[in-house]
């Protein structure tokens, strides 16, 4: 399965900014969706964060899914790879 790497930062509310990659298959092309999805994700996590928009989370690539990622994706309809400040 080919996947759409979304590359987002998005600032909690004590002014650190996390950084993660929101994956999706690669025929979604709808950004609310994918945004909505970043939101979903964002909910899972104890502290406030900012919205999350175009200015946040941006198309990076597309690349190849593990089979942890395609798990993911059939059962939520997205991953995500958390990269820095995400607990």
Partial sequence: MKIAVWDTYVKRADGVTMHFDI???SDVTNEQSIYDFGMHYLKTKPFQTNQLSAN???LCHIEQATAD???DIEKNGYSIIEMANCN
């Fill in 69 to 71: 990622m395609i798990a």
């Fill in 23 to 25: 994956l999706v298959p």
């Fill in 56 to 58: 946040e989370c941006r």
